[in-house]
């Protein structure tokens, strides 16, 4: 998709600085040194005070206190980490994400995920000024319904298909099937199509995302002494991962992200991958077609099998 702006991959941004990295023991000894430091202290003034080591009992009552306190500073510190994650919209979740949306000009639809107020934020500065840019188009079809829109692309002539003077603006639903309900698409088309979103001479065509259905289904082969459910749910979630995340419009799903995420790149836990689906049989990766892919479509999973076995 074309933009004015980069669009940020906010997933990919690094957690701030100003985040502590701390742990309760490394407070709790800090605390315990610091404790004896003062006593040792005390004891040059009143050489008739005792050596003690409040880490010397597990029952001695200094040392639960110490514990006590540790617990709540790590509560504190904890406290102020979560803080400085709300106030940014990468890390920003529900009302607190709420509020950094506000200042982009962008408030939460009823039933909207925090995903999608977070993208509709960042597409917020592609609406500021009118005249038929791809993110303002992209941002004000997000925007007819949030709740009910998991992707949308804008296309102009530079796509086969696209005639002079259109913006096709392609909608993908966010049901399991993909479908976009006529009720939706009906609100987009009345979002973007009053004189003053749209550019003067555009004519604005919003239609469905042309879904791509396929299915996962195979079976990881595990060498000897590999536990194989374990192995098996662990790659059961990435498969699923990798099927969301190129639910999109004009995202491929290709033979060999298929094979990466059920696990034949992990050498030593998965050795082998029998597919059945989507595709079947000793495949070349250079000739295996990919699903979806074109401007207009959206891969849509309707589910993953996983099996295993035994090395043979």
Not at 31 to 57: H, I
Not at 95 to 103: G, I, P, S, W
Not at 286 to 305: D, E, H, K, L, T
């Amino acid at each position: 998709m074309s933009a004015r702006f980069d669009r940020v991959d906010l997933s990919a941004i690094a957690a701030p600085a100003a985040l502590e990295t701390w742990s309760f023991d490394a407070i709790l000894d800090a605390r315990f040194q610091k404790f004896l430091e003062y006593w040792q202290a005390e004891r040059v003034k009143d050489p008739s005070l005792p050596l003690y080591d409040v880490t010397a009992l597990v029952g001695n009552p200094g040392a639960w206190h110490q514990r006590v306190d540790t617990f709540r500073e790590g509560l504190l510190r904890q406290r102020v980490n979560e803080a400085v994650l709300a106030t940014s919209l990468a890390f920003a979740e529900k009302t607190d994400l709420d509020v950094v949306a506000a200042n982009y000009g962008c408030t939460r639809a009823s039933g909207e995920s925090d995903g999608s107020l977070r993208l509709r934020a960042q597409l917020a500065w592609e609406a500021l000024s009118r005249g038929g840019s791809y993110g303002g188009y992209e941002y004000d079809a997000r925007s007819a319904a949030p709740a009910d829109i998991a992707d949308v692309a804008v296309y102009g002539h530079e796509v086969d298909g696209v005639d002079r003077g259109e913006v096709r603006i392609v909608v993908l639903g966010v049901i399991s099937s993909g479908v976009t309900p006529e009720a939706v698409l009906k609100l987009v088309r009345n979002r973007v199509s009053p004189r003053d979103v749209r550019k003067v001479n555009d004519n604005v065509n919003v239609v469905a995302a042309t879904i791509a259905p396929y299915e996962i289904d195979a079976t990881i082969v595990v060498p000897h002494g590999a536990d194989g459910d374990s192995v098996r749910a662990a790659q059961l979630v990435r498969a699923k991962a990798y099927a969301e995340s190129r639910r999109m419009i004009g995202a491929p799903v290709t033979f060999g992200g298929v094979m990466a995420a059920i696990g034949h790149d992990d050498a030593g836990v998965v050795v082998d991958v029998e597919m059945r689906a989507p595709w079947s049989g000793q495949q070349n990766l250079s000739a295996v077609p990919a699903i979806g892919g074109g401007p207009f479509q959206a891969p849509v999973c309707g589910g993953v099998q996983l099996n295993w076995r035994i090395a043979s």
